[in-house]
């Protein structure tokens, strides 16, 4: 089983519709999660982190089940410029004095008009 | 300016040539990483650092090694390049464990 695990899609939807993916982490010990967000040919951005109790910014949701080891990323009223690859990233529980920081592959999302 | 910058952006080198990629940040952060990014693996950890004397091998460091010249700058060699080292490499840094700031990456093709 990966340590972080992503459905890769494409998730293909019509603006102004919800979308939600989640993402499963195999280590219960886990302790901060992020969702990054990546556009074609370009770095990763953070987008946000995800907190015990959830949290909200904008058209964008982000949620954590720790006792089913998922975080779930939920984009409401969807626009063409939130077409983009969606990385969930994980921070386990460090060996020596470091975290061990791992990216899922990614979740693509296209908006179509 | 951009706060983390890679060069070369984008390289085309044969076999079993040596080639360093660079990279420079301009955030004060004490850590630095080197990942690759292949089509459905995701990004891959090569080696990361927490401060000038500190290197670690990470996920996928065989055929790579860095140098940690000083707190910002951060470089990663392929002392014998392979086909299969063709990727996009991007440079992180970060403050502690805490958000990672992406350099905007080196599109590297080995032929």
């Known amino acids: 089983r990966k340590e972080v695990e992503q459905d890769p899609g494409p998730f293909n939807v019509p603006e102004g519709a919800t979308v939600a993916f989640n993402c499963t982490y195999s280590?219960?010990?886990?302790?901060?999660f992020f969702w990054y967000r990546q556009d074609c040919r370009k770095e990763p951005k953070l987008l946000m982190s995800?907190?015990?109790s959830g949290n909200e910014d904008g058209r964008f949701t982000a949620q954590l089940n720790r006792a089913s080891q998922y975080i779930s990323l939920l984009i409401r009223d969807s626009k063409l410029s939130d077409s983009a690859t969606y990385l969930c990233?994980?921070?386990?529980?460090?060996?020596?004095?470091?975290?061990?920081?791992?990216f899922g592959s990614g979740t693509r999302l296209s908006i179509r008009p | 300016d951009a706060d983390v910058t890679q060069t070369p952006r984008n390289r085309i080198t044969k076999t079993g040539k040596r080639i360093m990629l660079e990279c420079s940040q301009t955030?004060?952060?004490?850590?630095m990483y080197w990942y690759r990014q292949d089509p459905g693996l995701g990004l891959r950890l090569i080696y990361y650092?927490?401060?000038?004397?500190?290197?670690n091998k990470g996920e996928i460091s065989d055929g790579y090694s860095v140098s940690r010249q000083a707190q910002a700058k951060f470089s990663l060699s392929l002392e014998s390049a392979i086909p299969n080292q063709t990727a996009l490499y991007f440079c992180?840094?970060?403050?502690?464990?805490?958000?990672?700031?992406f350099g905007p990456g080196t599109r590297l093709t080995v032929l």
């Open positions: 992180a840094t970060s403050e502690g464990s805490d958000t990672q700031y």
């Open positions: 650092s927490f401060d000038v004397k500190d290197i």
């Open positions: 280590n219960s010990a886990s302790q901060s």
């Open positions: 995800v907190y015990s």
């Open positions: 990233v994980v921070n386990f529980p460090g060996y020596s004095s470091a975290s061990k920081i791992i």
């Open positions: 955030k004060g952060h004490d850590r």
